[in-house]
């Protein structure tokens, strides 16, 4: 079974603050995702990549960055925290082949001060 | 057009029940739609998912019925039970993309 692990569940940070969540994969998947989940708004991607280095921009990247040094990990990187980016972040991947089921991580609630 | 749009937001049935979720896009270059489970405290993962060769696809109790000319799908489950509890989400993607755009969620509540 693929296993996709977001380092914290629950995590809680000041306004300003830089701030790291973490998503590991151990399916050797070419390509990594990260969303945030609002009620009443779904799911929507912030940054995707497609292997080690390269990354796109998803439908809302501002207020962050993402950085995939190895391609089992994909990092995204709120530069300066603010208050309505406290919301459920979660970390998919997916072989490369199009059309392939993405496989989430169980999330991690990201709480600004 | 890149939009897709769920409905109804919550639903609550009685066990036994017919729960029917649906879709609807604008995007005509979509060929994918999966459809994603949710239960608390865990991730989505992947119920069902179709293409738009086929109009109906099913899989146990979940059936995905499609309507091409009409841009819509729908998510039925028959015999809900209160194991089926949870968010569904649909959502769209095209071959020459590799994002998946997600409907709303809709909330799912089977009561004994």
């Known amino acids: 079974d693929v296993k996709v692990t977001q380092s914290s569940r629950y995590l809680v940070k000041r306004t300003g603050e830089k701030v790291f969540l973490e998503c590991v994969q151990d399916?050797?998947?070419?390509?990594m995702f990260w969303y945030r989940q609002d009620p009443g708004l779904g799911l929507r991607l912030i940054y995707f990549?497609?292997?080690?280095?390269?990354?796109e921009k998803g439908d809302i990247p501002e207020g962050y960055s993402v950085s995939r040094e190895k391609k089992e990990r994909f990092s995204l990187i709120l530069e300066s925290a603010s208050t309505n980016q406290t919301s459920m972040y979660l970390c998919?991947?997916?072989?490369?082949?199009?059309?392939?089921?993405?496989?989430f991580g169980d999330g991690t609630r990201l709480s600004i001060l | 057009q890149q939009q897709v749009k769920q409905s109804p937001q919550s639903l609550i049935v009685q066990k036994g029940g017919i729960s029917i979720i649906n879709c609807a896009y604008e995007?005509?270059?979509?060929?994918?739609f999966p459809w994603y489970q949710q239960f608390p405290g865990k991730g989505p993962a992947l119920l069902i998912a179709?293409?738009?060769?086929?109009s109906e696809k099913k899989e146990g109790r979940f059936t995905i019925s499609f309507n091409k000319s009409a841009k819509q799908f729908s998510l039925h489950i028959m015999d809900s039970q209160p194991g089926d509890s949870a968010t569904y989400f649909c959502?769209?993607?095209?071959?020459?993309?590799?994002?998946?755009?997600f409907g709303t969620g809709t909330r799912l509540q089977v009561f004994p």
């Open positions: 990549s497609y292997d080690v280095k390269m990354k």
């Open positions: 399916m050797d998947h070419e390509n």
């Open positions: 998919a991947s997916r072989p490369g082949q199009l059309n392939q089921p993405q496989h």
């Open positions: 995007n005509t270059a979509f060929d994918y």
């Open positions: 959502a769209a993607s095209s071959d020459n993309t590799d994002k998946l755009i």
């Open positions: 179709i293409r738009p060769d086929v």
